[in-house]
Each structure stands twice: as C-alpha cells, then as structure tokens.
Antibody
C-alpha cells in the first residue's frame, strides 16, 4: 500500500514562509514524478508544482513561480515545498501526489495551510 | 495555459442511474486526460488515466472516453459510494490544469 504523508502545515501571516514535507513509503519513490496540488476551502483542485523523478525538471503554476520551491531527497524518500512570501490566497489544503507517468496515482491526506493576519 | 471546463457543475441522480460528465479542453491534449474522484475531507483518487484506461482496482462501472478537446466520464449503475465530486485533469502540458469539478448528489 503506497503511503504519502504531508506535514508542516499551520497558520502564518501574509509575507511569512512555511515549509511542507511529504514522507513516502512502501513504493520506489525515486521512480515517480511528484506533485503538489492544493484545494482552497470549498473550492476545486489546483495543481501547484511538479518535480521529475530525478529532480532534473521542476514546473510551477504561474501564481507561485518565484515564491515556491519544490525539492526532493530520494535517499530519504521525502518531497518538500518551500513556500515564501505567502499570501491570503495561498490558504488551502496541500496534497502531495505521486505519478509514474500520465496521472497522479497516489495522494497523501493533505495538510492545511492558513495565511491570515 | 490549457483551460479545462467541466459540465455540469452538479448533478442529482438516484442509485442505479447512469450519468455522464463532460470535460472540454481549450486546446488539444491528445489522450492525456485523467479523472479523479474526491469525497468530502479526503484526498482525490485516480479513476481513469490516458482518457480511457481504468486504474487498477477501480470499478468497471466507470468508463472514460474522448480525445483531443472533448472527454466524458460515464458512471453506470450508480452506487451509494459513487456520490462524490469528480475532476478531470489534463497532463499534456504544464501547468497540469484541473476542471472545476462535478458534484454528484443523491436525488
């Protein structure tokens, strides 16, 4: 059973930073591309970022480019999302997800990030 | 960016019904289209990948079709556990955009 567990969510003020982590287990983490997807309260899904299985390619949605950084450590089976200059509109549940090819096959339960003054 | 438009945004149906959800892309995405199911407070689950391929362990009551800019998800013989929200997502080009979602409710 593939397991992904996010951590690091919390309440921060606008302009502050937060680092999310995703711990992977029971699958070959280094074979999978990894994604972050978020969902604002009561809203739909928004894809946020991707990192290739070997870390050689990273992609972001325009609204977070320059503020968020995705990274991974294949030796520790972990995925991170460094979020800087947070805005109120970044408030959401953040999911990490693993995709071997053309879809996001496995998802963690999510961690809530609240940006509020 | 590729825009994904789902319709309807919500549908009321009864157990045993068959429903169809559509997803249109603002430009062609080949067959790089996935469908997900999400229940309240839970993470999404993959149902269909590459437009028509059923993910392992997913009921055959779920059927995906389409290519290019027009896609459908059909759920036959609706079961109580199927009442949830459904999202399409294109994985043809970054950013991997989602449709706005379709909530399937019990009539």
């Amino acid at each position: 059973q593939v397991q992904l567990v996010e951590s690091g969510g919390g309440v921060v003020q606008p302009g502050e930073s937060l680092r999310l982590s995703c711990a992977a287990s029971t699958f070959t983490f280094s074979d999978y591309g990894m994604h972050w997807v978020r969902q604002a309260p009561g809203k739909g899904l928004e894809w946020v970022a991707f990192i290739r299985y070997d870390g050689s390619d990273k992609q972001y949605v325009a609204s977070v480019k320059g503020r968020f950084t995705i990274s991974r450590d294949n030796s520790k089976n972990t995925l991170d999302l460094q979020m800087n200059s947070l805005r109120v509109e970044d408030t959401a549940v953040y999911f990490c997800a693993a995709g071997f090819s053309s879809s996001l096959d496995y998802w963690g339960p999510g961690t809530l990030v609240t940006v509020s003054s | 960016d590729i825009q994904m438009t789902q319709s309807p945004s919500s549908v009321s149906a009864s157990v045993g019904d068959t429903i169809t959800i559509t997803c249109r892309a603002s430009q062609g995405v080949g067959n790089w289209l996935a469908w997900y199911q999400q229940k309240p407070g839970k993470a999404p689950k993959i149902l269909i990948y590459e437009a028509a391929s059923l993910h392992s362990g997913v009921s055959s009551r779920f059927r995906g079709s389409g290519s290019g800019t027009y896609f459908t998800l059909t759920i036959t013989s609706l079961q109580p556990e199927d009442f949830a929200s459904y999202y399409c997502q294109q994985t043809n080009s970054f950013p991997f955009t989602f449709g706005g979602g379709t909530k399937v409710e019990i009539k």
